[in-house]
């Protein structure tokens, strides 16, 4: 049948089942969106406030649900606000499709009024992108680009479309989308047996999972393979999640702020077998002192992760759920008695910890872990709240902790809080920001009203840019240039003006009847939740230093 370009956009969407987009109309995408106008009972547009609000909340919503997040925007100053969105994606695998419009064909490459090379800007921080010159290429390549999006390791695709294409019109024939099938070429049997032979011959092996974990949907594996060989478990930042925080073999997070046990793990085990991870310098710190006397197994998706930071004794590449299943077959009951009992012993001797006289951002994530029972979705700003999250809410299952991991990407949660919110509006979600970073988007609150989303925001007050003050704390002689950002802002005040609920912590005794007040309503809530400027995140390894250095605090 003959469709415009516009309308072909909407029936490729319908064919890759998208039900909900985020975005923000302008000139070039008004074709765009008067076909979503038609279109409106199959699929959902979440009106943002700003288009990397739209890019944040179409990565929150591809986290939560594990579907491809869509967000889209008109050109020029419209697909440059979606840049830091698709660069956060990027650096966390994240896959998403980001439609951007453009000028006309035939005003290309002449400084036309809102005309930008978006293809070019975001070629580093995309897996792919496209600029469709030819209508007849368009239902094409947004198939090629869903399918780019989800297969092998995961990422953001844009597709930059001129306003006349969406124009223009063609031929459509409906397709069913191409199915993802998991690679497992690289896997001989011999590689098996020699990783069959490295685990057997371990004393003291050690599991070091990454956000492959969750993106491979092999939890449940990863939980089996733990278990057969007998070996404790840390998990990165963007692993939390895919092996529960509850489980006796955790150790906790690993790396610059992670957990003693699992530091001291990394540096005594005699085997790492890395999963689904790509060894962050945020991990491994000083590499060339890093997990000093164990052999390295690396096993992930993207050949181009291994040997790029550690070298490898040996590796597996593939899908990690297809390849922990493998191994589980082939494994033996393995036994490491003694091993155990030492990272228990040490899990005893250097346990997390916090003052409990007056309100700190852990004893209020701890007890908000209390009232959820722990199945609430978090989703963090970037900072010490983010670290204090990550330690002290036990998340035992895959796509509830959303944050940005590699980019660290203040801004990022509260976008995320809301794409999450509309993918899974029957979990609570909450959003655990600093005020500094809370103020970047904080103009998505007007989002969050309109939708009547029934989301948290708890905001760690300190009146600081908290992580950085810790650093210019201990390595800048305590000299604090430009992190005091005590501007007199009563978040209160703004939730209400808002027409959100807005709460406030100060004392101890108000943390559980706030937090259960916030959890009770239905609409948009912001508690502000006043801590100390002075609290740190310990554990901490000193940026040059080794694991070996973890400093408790």
């Not at 939980?223 to 939390?240: I, N």
């Not at 003050?469 to 808002?498: C, H, P």
């Amino acid at each position: 049948m003959k469709l415009t370009g516009a309308e072909i956009i909407i029936e490729c969407l319908k064919e890759q089942k998208v039900d909900t987009v985020f975005g923000y109309p302008g000139g070039a995408v008004l074709n765009i969106y008067d076909a979503l106008y038609q279109h409106q009972n199959e699929i959902r547009h979440i009106l943002t406030s700003h288009e990397q609000g739209a890019a944040h909340a179409a990565d929150g919503y591809a986290r939560a649900t594990g579907k491809v997040g869509v967000c889209i925007a008109t050109s020029g100053p419209g697909a440059t606000n979606l840049v830091t969105g698709i660069a956060t994606a990027y650096m966390d695998s994240i896959p998403m499709v980001a439609i951007t419009g453009n000028v006309a064909v035939s005003l290309l490459g002449k400084d036309s009024f809102q005309e930008v090379d978006i293809t070019g800007i975001t070629m580093p921080i995309t897996k792919h992108n496209y600029m469709v010159k030819d209508i007849c290429d368009l239902a094409n390549t947004i198939r090629n680009a869903f399918y780019i999006a989800r297969e092998g390791r995961p990422g953001p695709v844009l597709i930059d479309i001129p306003k006349d294409i969406t124009a223009q019109v063609a031929t459509y024939t409906y397709q069913n989308p191409k199915p993802i099938i998991t690679d497992t070429d690289y896997i001989t049997e011999k590689r098996i047996e020699k990783v069959k032979k490295m685990i057997e011959q371990s004393k003291k092996p050690f599991v070091y999972a990454g956000g492959g974990i969750i993106h491979a949907k092999a939890s449940k594996e990863l939980v089996e393979f733990a278990e057969k060989l007998e070996a404790p478990v840390t998990c990165s930042l963007m692993g939390q999640g895919g092996f529960p925080a509850t489980h006796s073999y955790y150790t906790g997070m690993v790396g610059m702020h992670g957990s003693m046990t699992s530091n001291k793990g990394m540096m005594e085990c005699d085997l790492l077998i890395a999963v689904g991870a790509r060894f962050s310098d945020r991990v491994i710190s000083k590499a060339e002192e890093f997990a000093p006397h164990a052999q390295i197994l690396h096993i992930d998706i993207d050949p181009a992760e291994i040997n790029k930071n550690i070298k490898a004794y040996c590796s597996m590449i593939g899908d990690v759920k297809e390849v922990l299943s493998l191994l589980n077959q082939r494994l033996t009951q393995q036994e490491h008695s003694e091993w155990m009992r030492q990272i228990q012993d040490w899990k005893i001797k250097y346990p997390l910890k916090y003052r409990k006289d007056r309100v700190t951002a852990p004893y209020v994530i701890e007890k908000l872990y209390d009232l959820t029972e722990g199945k609430a979705i978090v989703t963090t700003e970037v900072g010490q709240h983010q670290m204090w999250a990550a330690q002290y809410y036990q998340f035992t299952e895959p796509r509830t902790f959303l944050s940005s991991g590699g980019l660290g990407t203040m801004g990022y949660g509260f976008g995320a809080c809301i794409g999450a919110q509309i993918g899974c509006p029957n979990k609570q979600v909450v959003n655990i920001a600093g005020d500094g970073s809370f103020r970047m988007n904080c103009n998505e609150l007007a989002t969050a009203v309109e939708y009547n989303l029934p989301l948290i925001v708890i905001i760690m007050n300190n009146q600081v840019l908290g992580m950085v003050r810790q650093w210019q704390d201990m390595f800048y002689g305590q000299r604090y240039s430009n992190t005091n950002i005590d501007r007199d802002t009563d978040f209160v005040k703004l939730a209400e003006a808002f027409g959100a609920v807005g709460l406030r912590i100060t004392t101890l005794e108000e943390v559980e009847p706030v937090l259960k007040q916030a959890l009770a309503e239905k609409r948009p809530v912001i508690v502000d939740c006043q801590i100390e400027k002075d609290d740190k995140v310990f554990p901490m390894v000193a940026p040059g230093a080794s694991l070996e250095e973890t400093m408790r605090g």
